[in-house]
């Protein structure tokens, strides 16, 4: 294989945030992960250009579904795919707002890899 696919991690939670990094790396992908505050997700997002974005709603000063529709609605990321993630159900919302997925805090690391591994491939 070629290129590391990147994978961008937008979670406040320090501790969660450091257990994905290394379980994605462990995987071959290329992680980057902001810290927060994030002052202008976009930009970051544009910057980094992901392949897979994976997002806790409820962040600091930042709300996932709404920054699901900025995605949405920017030409230059319709091609980012994005699973959403919370402890609780916002999957219809999620999938509405534009997401690939919806994963349920707390899953399992394999579903993880899994999901991520499928949506890289679709």
């Known amino acids: 294989m070629g290129t590391k696919q990147r994978i961008m991690i937008l979670e406040d939670n320090v501790m969660m945030r450091s257990l994905l990094q290394t379980l994605l790396e462990l995987e ?6 902001p810290d927060f505050p994030i002052v202008d ?5 544009k910057d980094i250009d992901p392949a897979v974005i994976l997002m ?5 000063n930042l709300n996932g579904i709404t920054l699901m ?3 949405r ?7 980012v795919k994005v699973i959403m993630c919370s402890g609780s159900d916002k999957k ?5 707002a534009g997401a690939r997925a919806y994963l349920m805090k707390p899953y399992m690391p394999d579903e993880l890899i899994t999901l991520v591994k499928k ?3 679709e």
């Open 28 to 33: 071959n992908f290329q992680v980057v992960c």
């Open 41 to 45: 997700p976009i930009k970051i997002i």
């Open 56 to 60: 806790d709603i409820n962040l600091p």
């Open 69 to 71: 529709g900025e995605i």
């Open 73 to 79: 609605s920017s030409q230059e990321l319709d091609h």
């Open 92 to 96: 219809t919302e999620s999938l509405n």
């Open 119 to 121: 949506i890289i491939n």
